[in-house]
């Protein structure tokens, strides 16, 4: 069942969807606003974008691995240097996406929704290419740094 607008209509993608262009961020703003009756730019959503297969692209060392993230993944960390972290990562990624080609969903997300709710990491599935169609104790790396994200600037005040 997919989503339908409050006159009861499904929600439908416009033409065919392509998820390297903008139009998967469009997309995705015309469902929530055709739901809500609610532009999305002005609703609390937090978007994560994530930079997908990160061990596939030549990032730069502080972007790929995330350090922060491995390197302080058992401890306690106050909030506010969680948040820190998390939101000077999400600048570089940002700039990482833009170097990939990716300005498009960066100016479709900042456009559609509120800017300051939009972040950016890098993430991998498995950190590691696969051999003869195979992964040799594939681990992913980076993965919960969108949930971060999304939990540790959910609750907080826009102002």
Same mark, same amino acid.
């Given at each position: &069942?997919?989503?339908?607008?409050?006159?009861?209509?499904?929600?439908?993608?416009?033409?065919?969807?392509?998820?390297?262009?903008?139009?998967?961020v469009?997309?995705?703003?015309?469902?929530?606003?055709?739901?809500?009756?609610?532009?999305?730019?002005?609703?609390?959503?937090?978007?994560?974008?994530?930079?997908?297969?990160?061990?596939?692209?030549?990032?730069?060392?502080?972007?790929?691995?995330?350090?922060?993230?491995?390197?302080?993944?058992?401890?306690?960390?106050?909030?506010?240097?969680?948040?820190?972290?998390?939101?000077?990562?999400?600048?570089?990624?940002?700039?990482?996406?833009?170097?990939?080609?990716?300005?498009?969903i960066?100016?479709?997300?900042?456009?559609?929704?509120?800017?300051?709710?939009?972040?950016?990491? &890098?993430?991998s599935?498995?950190?590691?290419?696969?051999?003869?169609?195979?992964?040799?104790?594939?681990?992913?790396?980076?993965?919960?740094?969108?949930?971060?994200?999304?939990?540790?600037?959910?609750?907080?005040?826009?102002?």
């Amino acid at each position: &069942a997919g989503l339908a607008r409050p006159g009861g209509s499904p929600v439908t993608p416009r033409g065919n969807v392509s998820l390297t262009t903008r139009a998967i961020v469009d997309n995705l703003a015309n469902a929530i606003e055709s739901v809500t009756g609610i532009a999305a730019r002005d609703q609390d959503h937090i978007i994560a974008i994530a930079i997908a297969k990160a061990d596939s692209i030549a990032l730069t060392p502080n972007i790929w691995p995330p350090r922060f993230w491995l390197e302080h993944s058992e401890e306690n960390i106050p909030l506010p240097e969680v948040q820190r972290a998390l939101s000077a990562y999400s600048a570089q990624c940002r700039g990482a996406l833009a170097a990939l080609g990716g300005s498009g969903i960066i100016g479709a997300a900042e456009t559609r929704f509120d800017k300051r709710r939009v972040y950016y990491s &890098a993430v991998s599935a498995t950190n590691q290419q696969a051999f003869d169609g195979t992964w040799c104790m594939p681990e992913p790396v980076g993965c919960s740094i969108p949930l971060a994200q999304i939990l540790c600037f959910g609750d907080t005040d826009r102002g």
